[in-house]
Each structure stands twice: as C-alpha cells, then as structure tokens.
C-alpha cells in the first residue's frame, strides 16, 4: 500500500485557490524556517524542508499545477521516478512529464489534433521560413523593378533525390514504432505518448545515408533568385517567395522566403504613405510678387507650381496625383511643397539703394502680420 501524502497546499499553508505571489511567499517564508543550515542536525527540519520544496516545485508550474489538482499525487509519483531527470519528483522537464496536451491526445485521440503525434510531427518538418533584407531607392519604389538575388540555402540534395538514403537505397520502417513515429507507455493512470526513440518521430530509418549530405536529404547552396518589386513598395513591405525558403528535411516541403523591403532616403524628397513631402525656397522678390517654380517629378517630367503673391515662409502648396503611386492599386498620391521664403544675403550698392527707396515709401499696410504684432505689444505693455 502506498505511503499517504500531505497535500501540497497544506504543506505550503495556502488555499487552493491562491494566486502565484502568495504561492512563493509561504514558499520563501517556510523554507527560511525549516533550511537545514538554520537547523543543522534536525533530520526532521530536513525532511520538512524538501517536503515543501516538492510542493512548490509543483505548484509553481501551472499545468503541474492543473494536473495536481484534478489528480493529486497519482498524477505524478508512479513512473516519475524513472525518466533519469533529477530535481525532485518531476525529474528533466517534458521527457519525464509529458504535457497536458499528450495527455489529451492518448484520451482522446485525433479529435484535438487528427492524424496522431506521429503525423504532426512530421508536418513540422517542413523547412525553416528565410528572411532577406533588401535596400531599394526611392525611384525603384517609384517605378518597380525586377532584380535578382543571390543567397545561400539548404537545397534538396541532389545525389539522393532529397530522400537521405543511398542511391539505390530506400528508408525502412521503424521496428520499434512500427511507422507511428510514436510510443506508448503507461505511467500510474496514464498511458503516455512519446516520440519514437529510434526514428525521432518519423517512422522510417534510414540504414545507408546518402553521403552528400548525411542523411539529411538537403544541403546548402548558393542560389540565384528573380524578385519582382511592384510599384509603390514603402518600408516594410514584404514579398513572399513560396517554397524558396530552407528545404524539408528528407523530401519534406521547403519553407518560404520573405523579402523585406527598406527605402533609402530621398535627398529632396519625404514620404509618408502615398504622400510626398518637400520644401522649395524662393526668392523674397518672388514670394512678394508672385512667380512659378519647377519641381522634377519622379516619373521624369516636372511640376509646375504657381506661387502666389504674398506668400509666407511655412506655406504648404499642395499638387494633386504628383506623389507615390497607390501600391497594386491604381493612382498617385499628392505632393506636398511647403515655401521656404529666402532672405537676400549679398546685396550690390544698386539693390541696397531699391530696397532704401522701398522702405521710404513703406506704410506698415504691406506687412500686416508685422502690423498687428506691435500693435498687440503696444496694448500689451502700453509702449
């Protein structure tokens, strides 16, 4: 008959249903008490100490926790002892504890999953997804383009066809698993499923690996790839190539390669979106006066943008459908100028002359702005 347990709960003093922080605070709180270096010699301190180690341990794990709870000891003590793991009754981790998921799978079969953990894990050996970084201008995003890249990839090994095995050799079925890729084990009131020792879960075995790449089915090469890039790309734009990614091990399908996108600085133009931003400075003579500027477009014709008179530094013009085209849409956002009005800084006697006869004849009525700050200033301090 097997030895009665303490509940755990009890031996930490706390309610079932307490939450994680006062778990670890009775935990901390007893163990001080009962730590064989403040009690050396106390067998019994000892014991107690490890007893609410055992608990905590546990408890602090929430599917230990989940299983503790609805099976108590039994959940745990037969067969854990077994796995080789240490560190108390629940040993190293998964390969002694198997998790709630297993356990529902060997209760319930395919239901949760389908195909039994045989079959998935097989499905997971579809080859790692690839990640290629690549710098664009802001005229390639503008127009699109069509390049090629050139990167080093796990391929499908050619010698052996991706299978892994010798040419004129095939994979044989597991003796162990029997092609399940899995195997059952009772432990106390559980029968627990594993992956297959001998063929890591796969259900074959290779006996003659191919000797190009090991038994691997795949190996590492460079290779040269066409990337188109549509119009109106922005950063972080991401293309997908399907199936170019890293190969599956032994004949499984190949994972996927993303190329991210990055558009490099413009040295005249901002974006945002579809929008692009600008600044355009013009003479103080054209801002008082009035004008036209041009303003190069990036599809190779320009803009002209008419400058009314009177304009203020800080002043957005806005021309329509002159931005960044709409991506696999159809379109072109706006262009955006803000006026930069520019202050001569070298004058001849003949311009100082002009401008002194200007100022002469100056009302205060060309400068409203002007006018009405001092106005405020004058109200203000009554100057």
């Not at 890249?149 to 052996?160: G, R």
């Not at 399908?253 to 013009?282: C, M, N, Q, S, W």
């Not at 696999?328 to 002194?356: A, C, F, M, N, Y």
Request: proline letters at 5%; aromatic letters at 6%.
């Amino acid at each position: 008959m097997p030895t009665a347990q303490l509940d755990y709960y009890a031996q930490l003093e706390v309610s079932r249903d307490c939450d994680g922080a006062t778990l670890k605070s009775s935990y901390r709180k007893l163990a001080m008490k009962w730590h064989p270096d403040r009690n050396p010699g106390d067998a019994a301190a000892e014991a107690k100490f490890k007893a609410i180690s055992e608990a905590y341990d546990c408890l602090k794990d929430p599917q230990k926790r989940a299983a503790y709870d609805r099976y108590g000891h039994e959940a745990f003590t037969q067969g854990m002892n077994s796995g080789g793991g240490g560190g108390g009754p629940f040993g190293g981790g998964r390969g002694d504890f198997a998790d709630i998921g297993d356990i529902f799978e060997t209760f319930f079969g395919s239901a949760f999953g389908g195909g039994g953990a045989g079959a998935q894990r097989q499905q997971n050996r579809r080859g790692a997804d690839l990640r290629y970084d690549m710098q664009v201008t802001l005229e390639e995003a503008f127009h699109g383009k069509s390049t090629e890249i050139e990167i080093e990839v796990s391929q499908s090994c050619e010698t052996c066809d991706g299978s892994g095995a010798t040419p004129g050799t095939s994979e044989r079925q597991c003796n162990l698993c029997h092609g399940i890729g899995s195997v059952r084990a009772k432990q106390g009131l559980f029968v627990i499923e594993r992956p297959c020792p001998t063929c890591n879960g796969r259900g074959t075995v290779i006996e003659n690996p191919c000797r190009e790449c090991r038994g691997e089915g795949r190996v590492d090469r460079p290779q040269t790839l066409k990337v188109d890039i549509p119009a109106g790309v922005d950063t972080g734009t991401r293309i997908r190539l399907s199936g170019k990614g890293e190969a599956g091990q032994r004949g499984s399908p190949p994972g996927d390669l993303y190329i991210f996108l990055h558009v490099k600085p413009h040295p005249l133009f901002e974006r945002e979106g579809t929008t692009l931003a600008t600044r355009v400075p013009v003479s103080f003579t054209t801002a008082a006066l009035g004008g036209c500027v041009e303003i190069p477009d990036l599809d190779g014709s320009t803009n002209r943008l008419d400058i009314p008179a009177g304009i203020q530094s800080g002043k957005q013009l806005r021309v329509r459908g002159a931005g960044m085209p709409v991506l696999q849409g159809r379109g072109r956002g706006d262009l955006v100028v803000e006026i930069v009005v520019e202050t001569p800084t070298k004058l001849s006697r003949r311009q100082k002359e002009i401008l002194e006869e200007f100022k002469a004849t100056e009302t205060g009525e060309e400068c409203p702005e002007s006018r009405s700050f001092f106005a405020k200033l004058k109200d203000a301090f009554g100057t």
